[in-house]
């Protein structure tokens, strides 16, 4: 059965007067419309297209790509508010729907909200939640310390960045390990740094264990230097804030990283900075 919300590669079977129709292995059916088909799509030939109702509640297909998939959780805008529930633009010619049921508070147009995209299973509908802590759950981990990790950053405390794990887990980054510009919504890649005893997880963007964090910074110094066209006027005595304004990196970091280049020959350390060779 075509599951509503996801991507999915499909056989062209044949072309008829409203577009193209598409059919699984188990031979179901679906349209692709015409606004999506282009001189290369022939039958026989694949296409990988994302599955939803329509406007007039048909199953349909779409090459367009939208800003979130089932099970999944993404920053939207909030479209329209209405008599039935709030419309997020979700990429699709069709709004997202989020009941009020589903509304932590009351959305408001023009607004932005971390949702969840789920599948209403008795009407078979697509529909968003803003009641996010709802789907997340640390009782039962399926990561473990130095895995990397999905992100998407749900808020900001007095602490840190609240963020969601691989779209499953709660986490938080420390407010005093964050060396870039960080905003909520923002989709990054992080490593389990520490689960403590109560399920609780420690966050790091950067890669956990000296070397893997001395080669991600290693590799970011090196491309630096070559966008620079060989020398960056940054030494392992410059301050921390220079440092992370240029990297986004910690001061101590930075030095490892320095220290690996050097040792395999691959920079100079000059007084006024560091060239590449």
Known sequence: MLEQGKHVELNILKRAVFGLYLTDDSGEEVLL??????????????????????SEGRTVATTLTPKINLHEFALLKVSEV????????????????VPFREQKQKMEEGRWYIVYLDLDQKTD????????????????????EGDEVDLVVQQKTDLGYVVI???????????NEVFKEV?????????????????????????????????????????KLKEYDGFIALTDKSTPEDISTQF???????????GALYKQRLIEIQPTGIRLL
């Open 33 to 54: 419309p015409n606004k999506y088909c282009t001189e290369e799509m022939k039958p026989g030939g694949k296409v990988i297209v994302f599955i939803y109702r329509d």
């Open 82 to 97: 209405t008599a039935v529930g709030a419309f997020l633009d979700w990429g699709l010619e069709k709004d997202l729907m």
């Open 125 to 144: 509908r697509l529909f968003a939640s803003n009641r996010v802590e709802r789907y997340l759950q640390n009782d039962e981990l399926l990561v473990k």
């Open 165 to 175: 794990i691989n779209h499953k887990h709660k986490g938080l980054i420390f407010d």
């Open 183 to 223: 905003r909520v919504g923002d989709k990054l890649k992080g490593y389990v740094k520490n689960i403590r005893d109560d399920n609780k997880i420690d966050v790091s963007l950067q890669a956990i264990g000296y070397r893997g964090a001395n080669d991600a910074n290693s590799e970011l110094i090196l491309t």
């Open 248 to 258: 986004g990196i910690s001061k101590k970091a930075f030095k490892k990283a320095l």
